[in-house]
C-alpha cells in the first residue's frame, strides 16, 4: 500500500471537539509535527475533515 506523508498547520485550539480528535486519531496534536500514514479512504477522509488545519506533503 501507498503512504502519504500530513504535516500539521493549524492549531485546534477554538475547533470542535471532533476536529481535534480527528486531529489524534492522524496522530497529530501540534503544529508542525508530521505524521506517515497509509493511504485508504478513512485516513482520506479524515483529512479530508480537517484539511483546513493539515497539509499533504507527499503522495507515493
Do not use: F
Amino acid at each position: 500500500m501507498s503512504t502519504i506523508i500530513v504535516r500539521q498547520t493549524g492549531s485546534p485550539i477554538r475547533r470542535p471537539k471532533d476536529q481535534r480528535d480527528t486531529l489524534k486519531g492522524l496522530g497529530l496534536n501540534r503544529v508542525g509535527r508530521v505524521s506517515e500514514l497509509t493511504d485508504t479512504p478513512a485516513v482520506r477522509g479524515m483529512i479530508a475533515k480537517v484539511a483546513h488545519m493539515v497539509r499533504v506533503e507527499n503522495e507515493g
